[in-house]
């Protein structure tokens, strides 16, 4: 079931994805001439990010959620699908057209380290969209500069400065500076606490939020930590191996999962109750991730899932269909898993060995 409605468009969407594709060619030969495969890194999802909302996209490392991120934004290009931005479609843009939309689609990376130029002062790499844009001149873009490092909390005189001087967390609000310069409706936040620590990260988390509060902007906040994004998020959408497994309000999610993967994953975060705790069954998941270039057959998840059945999940593919209202999950058998009719297997070595055996490989490079 996708998300995005088959007559154009959904009521209050700021960005609709349908049934996105973004494959990485993977080469072989002495000039790399020959295609030999491909890197299913997204693997048709559909999505739908409604105006004023933070959507969450979790999942482990390697699923994707990046991949999705930057497609949305044209930064990849997507192998197939559509992605609509304000009720345009701008799949097929050119980088002249996307320009004047580029102003309000913005991204907070990863790496406070790394996104911002050493040699550059930060007055300069904020101030950098507006001349780009050539919306201000040198006079104005000074005083927007100094706004902008004031509303993320930096004093004003940090413009002066560079880069190394600030820490990590510092950096961070620099990146946010920089995303706000030109009045974006939309930004894409791509783990922009996993390098910080944990005191830094609730900082940067509030201030998130402040300023959606301030600016109505609207996030697609990826990362890895569920404490994180179930602080921030008012929808979470759950991805494996490319494929969106399960999309649900943030709350709910928590509170009753249906996908294995999510419920695996949830399983696996501590709470801070020593009798809850104890009392709770953790699930271990058996093998390790499968290549994204020869992903397993059906469901993605069935090389791992602890409630993996006989029939359907090897033969299969499961689509993504309602449980319960604003509540979607692609798995076969959610009800019985909700119900408790089917438990979880315990994981023993003999079975980590069945998953390995079976353990799909990567085609030769």
Not at 74 to 85: A, D, N
Not at 146 to 171: I, K, M
Not at 176 to 193: G, K, M, T
Not at 314 to 323: A, G, M, V
Request: proline letters at 8%; charged letters at 25%.
């Amino acid at each position: 079931m996708a998300e995005v409605a088959s007559n154009g468009g959904q009521e209050g969407a700021l960005v609709e994805i349908e049934n996105l594709r973004v494959w990485f060619p993977i080469k072989s030969g002495i000039l790399l001439d020959r295609h030999i495969g491909d890197i299913k890194a997204v693997d048709d999802i559909s999505l739908t990010i409604r105006r004023g909302e933070t959507l969450g996209l979790v999942g482990e490392s390697g699923c994707g959620k990046s991949t999705v991120g930057r497609t949305i934004l044209r930064l990849y290009e997507p192998t197939g699908g559509r992605i609509v931005f304000d009720g345009q479609d701008i799949t097929t843009l050119n980088q002249n057209q996307l320009r004047p939309l580029r102003r309000r689609m913005q991204m907070v990376f990863q790496d406070p380290y790394a996104s911002l130029n050493p040699r550059h002062s930060v007055g300069r790499i904020v101030g950098e969209p507006l001349r780009v844009h050539g919306i201000s001149g040198k006079k104005d873009t000074s005083k927007r500069v100094r706004e902008l490092l004031e509303v993320v909390g930096l004093p004003a005189d940090a413009a002066s400065r560079y880069p190394h001087e600030f820490s990590g967390g510092q950096r961070q609000r620099i990146g946010l500076a920089r995303s706000l310069a030109l009045n974006p409706d939309f930004i894409v936040c791509d783990e922009p606490v996993s390098a910080l620590d944990v005191s830094i990260q609730a900082q940067i988390i509030n201030l998130l939020e402040n300023l959606q509060s301030d600016f109505e902007l609207t996030y697609l906040f990826i990362a890895h930590d569920l404490a994180v994004v179930r602080h921030i998020s008012d929808r979470i959408a759950v991805m494996y191996l490319g494929k969106i497994v399960e999309i649900s309000a943030a709350a709910e999610l928590y509170d009753e999962p249906f996908h294995p993967y999510t419920i695996s994953l949830l399983s696996a975060v501590p709470i801070p109750d020593p009798v809850v705790e104890r009392e709770r069954e953790t699930i271990l998941l058996a093998g390790d991730l499968p290549s994204p270039a020869n992903p397993p057959p059906a469901c993605r998840f069935h090389t791992r899932c602890p409630y993996v059945q006989p029939t359907r999940c090897k033969e299969d593919e499961p689509p993504l269909r309602r449980l319960a209202p604003g509540h979607v999950v692609a798995c076969h058998w959610a009800e019985e898993i909700r119900e408790g009719k089917i438990r979880p297997k315990e994981v023993t070595p003999e079975l980590v060995q069945q998953v390995q055996a079976a353990a799909w490989e990567p085609p030769p490079v």
